[in-house]
């Protein structure tokens, strides 16, 4: 995992017994926290497709927010003393295609 000493780090990791090899599920990460200060959410989008599968099964971010910034209540992201939001979106891309493998034969009539 990346260095992410002095930042909120945000990863996501697949059920490893959901995938055999060499079965894996690419998918797209969008990290968000909320700002509440801002009524804000604070999007981080990875911009490569991740691919999990059995040997990789953690993606994430190291530094995604310094932790001054957001252990500092006045800046929005704890309110309420001690409470914060955050989540990810993942968009699971459907299953590559083998088009290469994929052809008929046809008989000429003769």
Not at 10 to 24: A, G, Q, R
Request: hydrophobic content about 35%.
């Amino acid at each position: 995992m990346d260095d992410g000493s002095g930042f909120i780090s945000m990863y996501v990791e697949i059920d490893s017994k959901s995938l055999t090899p060499p079965n894996e599920i690419s998918v797209e990460l969008r990290f968000f926290v909320y700002n509440k200060k801002k009524n804000k959410y604070f999007t981080i989008q990875d911009v490569e497709v991740k691919r999990f599968n059995a040997l990789k099964t953690v993606w994430g971010l190291g530094r995604v927010l310094l932790y001054d910034t957001f252990n500092n209540p006045g800046n929005g992201y704890i309110f309420e003393g001690d409470q914060c939001e955050f989540g990810v979106h993942v968009i699971v891309s459907p299953p590559p295609t083998d088009e290469a493998g994929i052809g008929a034969v046809v008989d000429k009539p003769v």
